[in-house]
């Protein structure tokens, strides 16, 4: 059984946590019925597997969207690029028509809706493989089936901001 101290101080796991410096994604699906597209942002996105290509990231049981990921056959990870904090900003709160406000969407290969926005630092379609039940989250595994990247820097979130020093360094061609 795992030790949980009666005193264990969540404020303080969350602080600790906000240590671990992550990238910054908007998720797309489109939900089915009407069929209108649907987004967040996310930071707890992470690799999985090489072979077969997967990935995962976890989504909070309050969010107003669950429903529809769960749902969704497939979604659109998109890794921010440091030009689209605004797009951090707009997906992670507010109504699903206000976040897709004066945005272009194309389809995705495999037809999935996805944000038509050259200036993404990566991007994965993937396949809704599994869903597991973690705590008051929901971790989603997702089988990658298609992706793409630019040479973009990366939108960098840590210790619950988002961090805007310039890079000074420039990023290699690989
Ligand atoms: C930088 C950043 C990272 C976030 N990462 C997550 C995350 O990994 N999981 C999550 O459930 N919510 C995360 N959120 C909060 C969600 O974006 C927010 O609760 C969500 O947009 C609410 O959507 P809803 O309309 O589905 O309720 C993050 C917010 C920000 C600003």
Redesign the pocket.
Known sequence: MPAQPHNFDSTYFRAALGRFATG?TVITCESAHPATPVG?????FNSVSLDPPMVL????RK???LAHFQRAERYVIHVLAASQLHL?RQ???GPQSLRFRDLRLKRAPGGTLMLDDPECAAWFECYNLTRHEAGD?LVFIGQVERCGRSFNQPLV?HAGDFDLTPSTEPLSNN
């Open positions: 910054v967040l942002t996310i930071s707890s990231w976890s989504l909070t969010a107003s969207s951090a997906f992670a709160s989250h979130y």
